[in-house]
């Protein structure tokens, strides 16, 4: 049964069970996402999508035995089908070119097995900040225009405020650090440094911050 309650409808996906338990479980916390299936192969996940449809997929990049394959095959297949459809690729991959191959099919988040499950909320927040069917440059002036202001708030320094716009528009440390030329440590300082000058300690809220989203 379908709740319409819910502001948000999340499907995950992975192959092993413990890994969808884990999630749903984290992510049942929320007053705002509703975990409406769980899918173990690209099969299953179709079938899903065809059904009930949702607006966020967690799914991770490396599912064999699908009935539609996996990896960037998969993903391809899922941008063209549902091309409205919110991607959020959960993996343990850090390979750079494997990692532009998925941005440039148009998913905006990957998200880190190994980080702290925090950082799967962080890009569910993201993600429905953007809002894949608004226009590009709309959303990206949103988060233009509400970093902005909490700039001026607080002081925050340029290259600072820079890094909170990528952050919070869905961009990950590691992507923010390939994007502006700077190392990681540098970007995580000066992300820190804004967190500290907002007086909030968890990344989840410069969301809320700027954003308005719980």
């Known amino acids: 049964m379908i709740s319409t309650k819910k502001e948000c409808r999340v ?9 969808t338990a884990g999630i749903k479980h984290f992510l049942a916390g929320s007053d705002s996402l509703e975990i409406i299936g769980t899918a173990h192969d690209s099969g299953e996940i179709v079938e899903l999508l065809d ?9 991770d990049y490396s ?15 899922l941008r063209r089908r549902y091309p409205n459809l919110n991607i959020i690729v959960y993996t ?9 191959k998925i ?3 148009g998913i905006r988040s990957v998200v880190d097995k190994s980080s702290d499950m925090e950082m799967l909320l962080s890009a569910i927040n993201a993600v429905r900040a953007i809002d ?10 949103r988060v233009e225009s509400s970093v902005a202001h909490g700039q001026q708030r607080v002081a925050l320094s340029p290259q600072e405020a820079e890094v909170v716009r990528l952050f919070i528009s869905g961009l990950t440390v590691d992507e923010i650090a390939r ?12 992300k820190n440094a804004a967190k500290n ?7 989840v809220e410069l969301y809320r911050l700027f954003l308005g989203f719980d």
């Open 132 to 141: 894949q069917r608004a226009p590009r440059h709309v959303a990206a002036a």
């Open 103 to 105: 941005s440039r099919l």
């Open 92 to 100: 343990v991959i850090e390979e750079p070119t494997l990692l532009t």
């Open 197 to 203: 000058k907002l007086g909030i300690k968890r990344d």
């Open 11 to 19: 499907i995950i996906a992975d192959d092993h069970p413990f890994v």
């Open 51 to 59: 059904h009930i449809g949702c607006d966020i997929l967690i799914s």
């Open 179 to 190: 994007t502006l030329c700077r190392s990681k440590k540098t970007i995580s300082t000066q």
């Open 63 to 77: 599912m064999p035995n699908g009935k539609y394959g996996d990896g960037i095959k998969f993903l391809s297949f």
